[in-house]
């Protein structure tokens, strides 16, 4: 099977790309303004006008300071909400058969869309870092293991931008005083000067993220047989038998296969988020 293909939005220095191209895709990074630090082909351009034919997996990663704790609740109306317009063109995107996969990453709070959590101390990086991630596929998570006895290096802060703090080399010490290659070493990241380094997603993260996307891809390449198509469904809980080329969702609502040969797993949204308040109040229980 050859690589597939995934475009990277608001992809900044690369630290989501590299991960994912760990994990075995042909990257390639989209963003607004230059990104002189990118290692992978780059496309400057708005994400939410560029074109997405050609790719099989759309990553993004829009601003996060609408919805993240460091910045002040007074000025978080000032930042761009960027999720809900990406959201819907990357629906709009796999609906019409132009990609089979997309993932939307952000900071907790953000409102993603039955998101996972992923923890840099669990994948035993010297940073938490928690971050969320959507899909439109079934992706998994991380618990939380904050249990590696040092405290978590602070790869962070406005480098000098803010008063009262002095201005720092982007390959110096930055404001909150952790060596450049300790931040770099802390994220699993080598090629990022500080200012990069303080808004990158550790490739660790997508490299996990990645490796459940290339099963996914793995599942699209193998022939449909009848005993794939009787297979039970994580979702509902039990088999769903393709009758005469049909399926139908836990609602009874017949499904739509589209053009890229997947079955969807419900009708709609409503429907997922359905089965996964059941799921997870079964859990409880």
């Known amino acids: 099977m050859s690589r597939p293909r995934l ?28 990104q002189p630090h990118y290692p992978f082909p780059f496309i400057q351009a708005d994400a939410l006008t560029v074109a997405l034919s050609g790719y099989d997996v759309i990553a993004a990663s829009p601003p996060c300071q609408r919805f993240s704790q460091a910045t002040p609740e007074d000025r978080r109306g000032e930042h761009p909400d960027l999720i809900e317009p990406i959201r819907q063109r990357l629906r709009d995107a796999v609906a019409r058969g132009q990609v089979w996969g997309y993932v939307i990453e952000n900071v907790p709070g953000a409102p993603l869309a039955d998101p996972i959590t992923i923890c ?93 996307l290339m099963k996914h891809a793995r599942d699209l390449a193998r022939p449909v047989t009848q005993e794939t198509r009787t297979q039970p469904s994580r979702a509902a809980g039990s088999a769903t038998p393709d009758t005469g080329g049909k399926r139908h969702c836990r609602c009874g609502a017949e499904l739509v ?6 079955w969807p797993r419900h009708c709609s949204h409503a429907c997922r988020q359905a089965a996964y308040r059941e799921r997870t109040k079964g859990a409880a229980a």
């Open 257 to 262: 296969r589209p053009a890229t040969g997947r």
């Open 120 to 212: 840099g101390e669990t994948l035993r990086l010297g940073v938490r870092r928690h971050r969320l991630f959507e899909s439109n596929l079934p992706l998994f998570g991380t618990a939380c293991h904050h249990d590696r006895g040092a405290p978590a290096v602070p790869v962070y802060g406005s480098y000098g931008q803010r008063a009262g703090r002095k201005p720092v080399d982007v390959e110096g010490e930055p404001s909150r005083g952790t060596p450049v290659e300790v931040g770099r070493a802390a994220m699993g990241i080598d090629w990022m000067p500080w200012p990069n380094l303080t808004q990158a997603i550790p490739p660790a993260y997508t490299f996990w993220i990645g490796a459940q």
């Open 7 to 34: 475009l990277d939005l608001f992809c900044c220095a690369g630290g989501a790309s590299a991960g994912y191209h760990a994990a075995g895709f042909d990257v390639t990074g989209v963003d607004i303004v230059p």
